[in-house]
């Protein structure tokens, strides 16, 4: 008889200000380490602007994605909805400014266990953001990148001595 071990599901929800640059970066790259580790779980990404609905990630995320190993191109922009809060058991802000609109979209529904800066699990409590690339040049999405990734491992690694 196969042994079976329980891990729980997580949903996440990875959220910058216009779903093209971070969050679909943060969404692919902590896809890709959890379908890696076979955790059945749940990873989305939205904006808190609504200016690119329906666009696929800035071609420069596209690119460094893709040069790991990680195709993006299928996302589709959607604006971040108060009901979120609701829907996902985490939700991580790349920057402050995302996420003091995460607690203004949600109002009411507003529950800070759940929504956290992103590179607080890479470096707690010490509210680092990650960086807006869409003024910036290609060097500034492979920093993007290697940020992302870095916080997308301490979230797995947390994860683990969470469970055991
Ligand atoms: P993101 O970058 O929040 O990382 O997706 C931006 C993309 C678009 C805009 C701003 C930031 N914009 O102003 O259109």
Redesign the pocket.
């Known amino acids: 008889m196969a042994n079976f071990i329980y891990l729980p599901t997580m949903k996440i929800l990875m959220v ?9 970066l943060a969404e692919g790259i902590l896809k890709d380490k959890a379908n890696k580790l076979q955790l059945n779980w749940q990873i989305d990404s939205a ?1 808190t ?1 609504g ?2 609905i329906g666009e696929p990630p ?1 071609y420069l ?1 596209q690119k460094v994605a893709k040069e790991n190993g990680i195709d993006i191109s299928s996302q589709q ?1 959607r604006q971040f909805i108060k009901e979120d809060i609701l829907l996902f058991d985490k939700i991580y802000a ?1 920057d402050m400014n ?1 996420y003091y609109n995460i607690k203004q979209i949600t109002k009411e529904l507003w529950n800070e266990n759940k929504v956290e800066l992103l590179l607080n699990e890479l470096y707690p409590n010490q509210n680092k953001e ?1 960086p ?4 910036g040049d290609e060097k500034d999405y492979y920093f ?1 990148y290697d940020l992302i990734d870095k916080a997308c491992d301490a979230i797995l690694n947390n994860f683990k001595k969470e469970i055991t």
């Open positions: 910058c200000l216009g779903n093209i640059c971070r969050s679909p904006g602007g200016y690119h800035h995320s922009c790349m995302n990650v807006d690339p869409w003024y993007v």
